[in-house]
């Protein structure tokens, strides 16, 4: 198998700053040769202004030393816009549907970095090389089945600043969850 490395195939830089603009985007990957045996993990980062700083932190990752989140799972730290931290454990069965749903989630990243547009003109294509990219969407439909596989199994969990009724209305939380946003909310009332 080869190894879980895809910052050098589908990214043009690991760390775009734009002074002018207050926009910063940070790109950091542990890789993995087989990760049923290493940590993996995959983190973006995006910081920029708006009426104040919006920070925020994606990541999908595996940690098979830890035991909080041993299993595949993606993390969300939106603490600027008062959901906080909460995380998503992935029902994943092999190395093959692990990076199914790590391209799947470079995909939607896609979808992230593309809504800084209107602060960056062409920052999307800055960091992402989107002739690759825009082939995952296969990937990304396989990502949002094990996400609905997920919320339906209630394997979501929060920090307990979290406030899972914000995610509801959230226009980027709803690229990775979609309608999901709202259940989520629901459930945690």
């Given at each position: 198998?080869?190894?879980?490395?895809?910052?050098?195939?589908?990214?043009?830089t690991t760390l775009f700053e734009d002074s002018d603009n207050n926009i910063r985007i940070s790109v950091k990957e542990t890789p993995s040769?087989?990760?049923?045996e290493e940590d993996y993990s995959l983190r973006i980062e995006t910081r920029h202004y708006e009426e104040k700083i919006i920070h925020r932190n994606y990541a999908i990752e595996h940690h098979s030393k830890q035991e909080k989140h041993s299993k595949p799972?993606?993390?969300?730290?939106f603490h600027t816009?008062?959901?906080?931290?909460?995380?998503?454990?992935?029902?994943?069965?092999?190395?093959e549907e692990y990076k199914q749903v790590?391209?799947?989630f470079i995909?939607?990243?896609?979808e992230i970095i593309s809504k800084l547009e209107k602060y960056h003109d062409g920052i999307t294509e800055k960091i992402l090389v989107m002739d690759l990219v825009n082939k995952l969407k296969k990937e990304n439909n396989f990502l949002d089945y094990k996400i609905a596989q997920s919320i339906k199994?209630?394997?979501i969990e929060f920090d307990n600043k979290a406030n899972p009724k914000q995610i509801a209305d959230n226009p980027l939380l709803k690229i990775f969850l979609g309608e999901n946003c709202r259940k989520i909310a629901n459930?945690?009332?």
């Open positions: 198998m080869k190894p879980f490395h895809f910052t050098k195939i589908y990214f043009n040769l087989d990760v049923t799972h993606m993390q969300f730290k816009e008062e959901i906080g931290t909460f995380w998503i454990t992935l029902a994943i069965n092999d190395s790590i391209l799947g995909y939607k990243i896609s199994a209630k394997t459930s945690h009332n």
